[in-house]
């Protein structure tokens, strides 16, 4: 099978009427009410010092909605990694504030912080990060056993019904296909009902079946279970399964979608990256094998 060069297979995708998105960056208030669940104010990240640091976040005001799903994307180094990072305490701040949870994340102590990240958030990591020797449910109950607190059975239950793997929580990750993986690594993250999901371009490494099966399971996770998931992605299918998608530019949110389509977040997409003078690919879509319209193009799962 021949495959289309990245800027084929955009061209081939773009729609014919250009489709006219209006990003506006959303106004935060100063003390968020409970709809919100976690955020940043003042957001700085600079990495490294001198004539080599680089800002990797510059000043970021963002809310992220209770029971929501928020996407985040941007060009490749634009800084969704490190907001991701700083929100989920796996990354110190420079200066500003992050609150999750009612937890002022950007003061706690690396005691406390790995706490709260084992205790109140769950992960989900594009290279599925399960632990080889474990069974798949050893794997999901991992993170409760680490904090020795009792697994909800019927909890654990429902979480492996919705993500289907009930006939395969015997097996090991080497039995397991990508996409199964991926779900015990969901199921994982979900088990403990954590107040946010953080979840890392989650679908990189899958097929677009298998894709769309985890991202099914996210969006019911918030639909049916009352989960907040923040998804970073560069995958305009992917992060239409949000109910919003936030767009980072050089370290800063540069807009919003809400109720966004493949259609309108490539539309929003063409605009920032028109817009960006940086040097090299404009987005990651272009940077590897997955096409703007993000069914995989080359063998990257299967
Ligand atoms: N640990 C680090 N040390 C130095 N620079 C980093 C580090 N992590 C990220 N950066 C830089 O910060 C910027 C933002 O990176 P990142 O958040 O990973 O972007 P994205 O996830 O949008 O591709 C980039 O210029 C990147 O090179
Ligand atoms: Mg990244």
Redesign the pocket.
């Known amino acids: 099978m021949r495959i289309p060069s990245p800027r084929a297979f955009r061209r081939a995708r773009t729609p014919d009427v250009p489709l006219e998105v209006r990003l506006e960056v959303p106004p935060v208030a100063e003390s968020p009410g409970p709809e919100v669940i976690a955020w940043a104010r003042g957001l700085v990240k600079v990495?490294?010092s001198g004539q080599t640091a680089?800002r990797?976040l510059d000043g970021v005001d963002v809310d992220f909605g209770r029971a929501e799903m928020t996407a985040i994307m941007?060009p490749?180094?634009?800084?969704?990694?490190?907001?991701m990072h700083c929100m989920a305490g796996l990354d110190s701040v420079t200066s500003g504030n992050v609150t999750v949870d009612g937890e002022v994340v950007s003061r706690m102590r690396e005691r406390a912080l790995t706490t709260l990240r084992r205790t109140r958030l769950g992960f989900v990591f594009q290279a599925f990060n399960l632990v080889p020797t474990l069974t798949a449910e050893e794997n999901i109950t991992l993170p409760l056993d680490i904090a020795r607190r009792p697994v909800d059975r019927e909890y654990f239950d429902s979480v492996v019904d919705a993500v289907g793997l009930r006939d395969r929580l015997g097996h090991r990750p080497s039995e397991l296909s990508g996409g199964q993986q991926q779900r015990v690594a969901c199921a994982r993250a979900l088990v403990a009902r954590p107040a946010v999901v953080f979840a890392d371009e989650p679908t990189g490494n899958l097929d677009s079946r298998s894709s769309a099966e985890v991202l099914g399971f996210l969006r019911h996770s918030v639909d049916e279970l009352g989960q907040s998931v923040v998804m970073?992605t560069h995958d305009p299918t992917a992060a239409s399964y949000a109910h919003r998608v936030l767009f980072?530019a050089d370290?800063r949110l540069v807009g919003e979608l809400r109720s966004p389509t493949p259609a309108k977040i490539l539309a929003a997409l063409g605009q920032l990256t028109g817009a960006t003078t940086k040097a090299g690919p404009a987005t990651?879509a272009d940077a590897d094998t997955a096409g703007p319209g993000s069914e995989r193009v080359a063998g990257t799962g299967s």
């Open positions: 990495y490294g680089v990797a941007g490749s180094g634009s800084g969704k990694s490190t907001l970073v980072l370290g990651e």
